[in-house]
């Protein structure tokens, strides 16, 4: 079958969009600056909330970030000797996103671990109503860097623990899109990512699922997670190659098919640096990532299809990851553990431009098995093998590009493995900090509102209510209630 390739120039990218339904504007949104910038759309031309994406959004991260419309870039061309050109942007391809918190645990930081400090009498209290202005800053260099490549580079600095900026998730891609017949569309990309799930255009996995933002002191980032939901960016580093497809057919281009692969590998070596520093360590008991590095490399898939009808566009898809962790992280060893991660996950989307409305409803499953190497020398697990099951559904609505709502569940269960996702370590005054099984079982609801005074200004105040914590229920002579991990967060995000 022949096919022509498309370079998807504005008019051509508009044109092929408009007909996509439900890819039409939708309602408020807050994304990078730099891409309004080259694209001269609004915010809400590719994203609900950031970072929802709508159908017009995910078209132009398949196309690898490279749309541009109002000021297209430079090309310089050698004047003597071979003639290698260079493409400069017209407009600033950097954005900072700015996000500060506040936040007040029912049972204080105490329950979490944190510091305490001692009243008159010897009774202990623990610092809480923290406030982290700022919590972090991004900064990001993202746009077209020629006609078919693009970027999207993520340097954050967190003022958790003793700071400091790393790359969160960021990748380099090329693509091209090729007209296979009138109503069928097939865009081909490459990139070179350090985070699983980056690449990926729907809200539903781990490194774009909801709740979206969580403060640094809250209790929800320390309910047990798998190693693909512990793997974002700086978090466990990582370096990936893959390669994605995605199939744009039918009557008005309503079928979407999309298929990712990737392999990565450590981006930081194996063991000891031989020139000073310390070596990569990824949290220990405290979180599941582990304290190992990967040996050899870890297969990750993706596969989604997509349907778009009216104003409502629906996904069903699966992503998997098979993972090799050495048990000695210092001096590694033949000795691995092995994390599998399968999912299975949905979107429904509901875009009303006329009144400015949105409506997106999101399902996300994964089923983890975990293989230890053997407990009795390595220390790092009560349990030789295990599994670790987490469900996270959640829905946003978004009134006239102004106020939201989310609301979301989450449920967590797995093998109790007392050694790998930590006991009744005592901190400040003996209140353990985890149950006394290991268990990693954690259920919890919450609500979320929020205002836009402006598209790159957010402030928004969340409630996390657990019926159980890390196997805890109902408070004991030696354990807190699950209650005392209830969480009140107001958030407030920034960008330029």
């Avoid at 967190?158 to 090729?178: K, L, M, Q, R």
């Avoid at 919450?446 to 109902?474: C, D, H, I, Q």
Wanted: charged share 10%; with cysteine; aromatic share 14%.
């Amino acid at each position: 079958m022949a096919f022509k390739i498309l370079s998807l120039e504005p008019k051509k990218f508009l044109a092929l969009t408009s007909v996509i339904g439900g890819m039409a504007m939708s309602a408020n949104a807050w994304a990078l600056p730099s891409f309004a910038r080259q694209t001269g759309w609004t915010c809400a031309t590719c994203h609900t909330s950031f970072p929802q994406l709508t159908p017009m959004g995910r078209m132009f991260k398949l196309m690898g970030f490279t749309t541009t419309n109002l000021q297209p870039q430079q090309e310089l061309k050698a004047k003597v000797g071979n003639e290698i050109r260079l493409f400069l942007p017209r407009v600033s391809q950097f954005s900072v996103f700015v996000q500060a918190s506040a936040t007040n645990v029912a049972g204080g930081q105490k329950v979490l671990g944190g510091p305490g400090a001692t009243r008159s009498g010897g009774s202990t209290v623990s610092s809480n109503n923290n406030i982290q202005a700022p919590q972090q800053v991004s900064l990001f260099y993202a746009g077209a860097l020629s006609t078919h490549v693009g970027d999207f580079m993520h340097l954050t600095y967190s003022g958790s623990g003793s700071g400091g900026f790393g790359f969160d998730d960021s990748a380099v891609v090329h693509t091209h899109a090729y007209s296979l017949a009138r109503n069928n569309t097939l865009i081909v990309g490459e990139d070179v990512n350090n985070t699983p799930t980056f690449m990926d255009v729907w809200n539903t996995s781990t490194d774009w699922n909801s709740p979206f933002y969580v403060s640094d002191y809250g209790a929800d980032g320390a309910v047990p997670t798998s190693f693909i939901g512990s793997s974002p960016g700086a978090a466990f580093p990582l370096i990936g190659v893959g390669a994605y497809v995605a199939d744009i057919f039918g009557a008005n281009r309503a079928n979407w098919l999309y298929f990712d692969f990737d392999v990565y590998h450590n981006s930081e070596g194996i063991g000891a640096p031989p020139n000073g520093g310390g070596s990569f360590n990824a949290g220990g008991t405290s979180s599941h990532v582990n304290t190992g590095q990967m040996q050899g490399n870890a297969p990750y898939i993706r596969l989604a299809y997509q349907h778009d009808w009216s104003r409502w566009n629906w996904e069903i898809g699966t992503y998997d990851m098979w993972t090799k962790l050495y048990a000695d992280p210092i001096a590694p060893s033949g000795a691995v553990n092995q994390f599998n991660d399968y999912d299975i996950d949905s979107q429904l989307q509901y875009l009303d431009i006329s009144d400015n409305n949105n409506l997106t409803l999101r399902l996300n499953y994964i089923h983890e098995t975990q293989k230890f190497a053997d407990p009795a020398v390595y220390g790092d697990s009560s349990v030789s093998s295990g599994n670790l099951n987490t469900l996270n559904l959640s829905a946003t609505y978004w009134w006239h590009d102004e106020w939201a709502a989310q609301g979301g569940f989450q449920n967590t269960t797995g093998t109790a493995n007392a050694l790998f996702w930590g006991t009744g370590a005592s901190n400040n005054g003996g209140v353990p900090l985890w149950s006394s099984n290991g268990s990693p079982n954690s259920t919890d609801e919450w609500v979320e509102a929020s205002y836009l005074p402006w598209w790159n200004m957010r402030f928004s105040v969340r409630y996390t209510l657990f019926n159980k914590f890390r196997g805890l229920t109902g408070a004991t002579a030696t354990t807190p209630s699950a209650s005392k991990f209830n969480t009140v967060e107001l958030l407030a995000w920034f960008s330029y």
